[in-house]
């Protein structure tokens, strides 16, 4: 889903970039706020983590690549979308900068299309889910599948619009991929989620009323 | 991907000019020349400016006195999947052509047309150029200085605190992870062994990856309440020295700069 540079225009690359700022801003504000001093470590592996999961690459024909997100298991386990955007901007800086996977002028793009809807579809489908189904599995495992599965078309969009790579084929190769990729997510994050629960439930803020969480 | 920070780290830990020279020149220059290599437009003008940039890029690896073998091996690790993805331009018609020729017809109605295959080599030039000035810098500088000097250039202290934990964690994260993959490989397991029961496997692989996740936590806050106990904490960053480039430093930054604004006019002139 790393969209590299040349694979959209500078002008479309700083639009995205602009836009990404005001999320990036917004995070900034959520880890003043919130990120204390206890919570750097949990902060800091959910980034390496993530930065593990997505290292699993795969070609996608008609669009980019094809690995698997982690904006819903971070913006699930820290409470708040905007963690998610603080998160996956860490991983993409580090991923873009030292290992040429995602490009600069393109970050912004990849911002939003991984932190930005990743955390925000994940973080609500879960909390909507969990009113709905009461259900902590179905909820996790469904916010982590959409969370990979729709930022994987606002990438082919994103990339439609740069003039690289058709529209109908690009969301069919993307959605497809990222559909097949999201269940491997949805599987991930439950256990990452139930583990965390079981071990160390004290790291864990759930995005949830007490009593619909652990108890459902 | 974690196996090759352990790679990039032992680059970066040689001597040269290039090693010494300050982070913040080294991540300019780089940006500038991905800047420079994506602004100029899908045509063939590009060829001009990537071939000016690369020589630059040439001239700099040969400066530090890093093996052209340490630079095939990085290409080696990302280029399958972006040639695949490049490769696949030669069958896509898109805006940047008014007309499209056939040069070969293939089973299925798919076609080659030869102002793809144009547009697949300019996009795998640009970004030949731009990841090639990634790889350099990355084997060029440490992890570390890498963060001290996007601080210096202005990145937020709160990215710059939680990138620096990032950073050891993912060295941690690495040595976890090696731990556990002997661990499951002394024990014969491997998730793809289609003679272990599906549930057995599914179970292992959730085991394994719960465990390398809380394992990392807990090695991670040990190694944070370490680091609390010795003075470091959230507002650390401002130990940062504000320290100015030497002439030499802006000199090298100032033909550098002088190098990717020459190449993208020289290529606009050429066309």
Same mark, same amino acid.
């Given at each position: 889903m790393h969209i590299p540079d040349s694979f959209m225009p500078l002008t479309q690359g700083l639009v995205y970039w602009a836009i990404a700022l005001v999320f990036i801003g917004l995070s900034l504000r959520w880890a003043r706020k919130d990120m204390s001093e206890d919570r750097i470590p949990i902060v800091a592996v959910l980034a390496a983590g993530i930065f593990a999961l997505q290292s699993f690459n795969l070609p996608v024909s008609m669009g980019t690549s094809g690995h698997l997100v982690g904006g819903a298991l971070a913006a699930i386990v820290l409470g708040s979308p905007f963690a998610a955007v603080f998160i996956l901007t860490l991983v993409l800086i580090v991923q873009g900068v030292i290992? +040429?996977? +995602? +490009?600069i002028t393109t970050m912004g793009a990849n911002i939003i299309n991984m932190g930005v809807i990743g955390g925000f579809v994940g973080f609500y489908s879960f909390k909507g889910l969990m009113r709905a189904t009461g259900n902590m599995n179905i909820a996790c495992f469904s916010a982590a599948w959409l969370a990979c599965f729709i930022p994987a078309l606002a990438a082919a969009v994103e990339m439609f619009l740069a003039g690289t790579f058709p529209l109908r084929e690009g969301l069919i190769a993307m959605g497809v991929y990222h559909a097949l990729i999201g269940i491997i997510e949805g599987f991930v994050t439950v256990v990452a989620i139930r583990l965390i629960m079981t071990a160390?439930?004290?790291?864990m803020k759930l995005a949830v009323p007490a009593g619909q969480g652990v108890g459902a | 991907m974690i196996e090759d920070l352990f790679f990039l780290e032992k680059q970066a830990y040689r001597d040269s000019f290039l090693h010494r020279l300050d982070t913040r020149v080294k991540i300019l220059v780089s940006f500038a020349v991905i800047i420079a290599i994506v602004a #100029?437009? %899908? $045509?063939?003008v590009v060829y001009i400016a990537a071939g000016i940039l690369f020589l630059f890029f040439l001239a700099l690896w040969a400066i530090s006195r890093i093996s052209p073998v340490v630079y095939l091996k990085r290409l080696l690790a990302i280029v399958p999947v972006w040639g695949l993805i490049i490769l696949f331009q030669i069958f896509i018609k898109n805006r940047y052509f008014t007309e499209y020729h056939v040069i070969a017809l293939l089973p299925l109605g798919v076609s080659i047309y030869a102002e793809s295959i144009q547009f697949a080599c300019i996009l795998g030039v640009k970004f030949l150029v731009s990841i090639s000035f990634i790889i350099l810098l990355s084997v060029t500088t440490k992890t570390q200085d890498l963060l001290q000097g996007a601080s210096r250039l202005g990145l937020p202290a709160e990215f710059a605190l939680a990138l620096a934990m990032m950073i050891r964690y993912l060295f941690v994260f690495g040595y976890i992870y090696r731990k556990v993959n002997e661990a499951l490989a002394t024990r014969c397991f491997?998730? /793809?062994?289609?003679? /272990?029961?599906y549930r057995y496997r599914i179970r292992q692989l959730g085991y394994a990856i719960g465990t390398l996740f809380l394992r990392s936590y807990e090695q991670g806050e040990r190694v944070y309440t370490s680091m609390c106990c010795r003075g %470091?904490?959230?507002? $650390?960053? /401002? #130990?940062?020295d504000k320290r100015p480039l030497s002439a030499g430093e802006w000199a090298f930054l100032s033909v550098s700069l002088s190098i990717t604004l020459g190449a993208v006019i020289i290529a606009f002139l050429m066309a």
């Open positions: 290992f +040429g996977d +995602g +490009g160390r439930p004290d790291i | #100029v437009p %899908y $045509s063939p491997h998730p /793809l062994d289609w003679r /272990l029961p %470091y904490g959230k507002h $650390s960053h /401002l #130990v940062f």
